[in-house]
């Protein structure tokens, strides 16, 4: 059965780098970027990303549709599908102008996804809930939203690891159920 993992942490943690080596030794490899390069910094650490990665690696653009970019991948040959990150699909929803409920719906519809998937996944995201609290309405709504975002991917995935200065913490692994549902918004 293949595996479902959740990858997350603080910026700078190491979550990409992690999320790529995990899966460095396949050759079948579907990766899904949700970065837009808006400016030279974004433009920088895409590129930076790029190279971090095999070439050999398929890499789909999703900076919107995230759920849908997926579905399309079911059909296809792949052994993993790595997604990078949920963080940066949340914030391009809200700064379009999309409504929590809607980010929240394709969040589910993207649970849906991660729960009947044909190959491994590992799904990147920040962790935005232990910083400093955000000083704006809007950064308020994002850190909300993502975080009810995670915390719905991380009960359907079979394995979340936090990063923290690099090293991978082990936060839940395959085993029965002992999941807390979600809040809803």
């Known amino acids: 059965m293949p595996e479902s993992h959740l990858v997350l942490g603080g910026a700078r943690s190491g979550k990409s780098r992690f999320a790529v080596a995990a899966n460095a030794d396949r ?15 974004m ?13 050999a690696w398929t890499t789909v653009e999703a900076p919107f549709d995230l759920p849908a970019a997926l579905e399309r991948l079911a059909g296809q040959r792949f052994d993993a599908v790595v997604v990078d990150c949920v963080t940066v699909w949340v914030g391009n929803r809200l700064l379009r ?5 809607s980010t929240l719906a394709e969040s589910a519809r993207l649970v849906e996804v991660v729960r009947r998937r044909p190959w491994d996944l590992t799904v990147v995201t920040n962790e935005v809930g232990e910083g400093v609290h955000p ?15 995670n915390q ?12 923290v ?7 839940k692994a395959p085993g029965p159920a ?3 549902a979600p809040q809803a918004p």
Do not use: K, N
């Open 27 to 41: 050759s079948r490899v579907a990766f899904v970027a949700t970065a837009r390069a808006g400016d030279g910094d």
């Open 135 to 149: 000083p704006t309405e809007a950064g308020m709504r994002f850190r909300d939203v993502l975080g009810l975002v």
């Open 178 to 180: 002992r999941d807390i």
């Open 165 to 171: 200065a690099g090293v991978p913490l082990a936060v």
């Open 152 to 163: 719905r991917i991380a009960a359907a995935c079979d394995r979340v690891t936090l990063m």
């Open 43 to 55: 433009a920088s650490r895409i590129a930076r990303h790029r190279a971090e990665r095999p070439a």
């Open 97 to 101: 102008g999309d409504t929590d409920e």
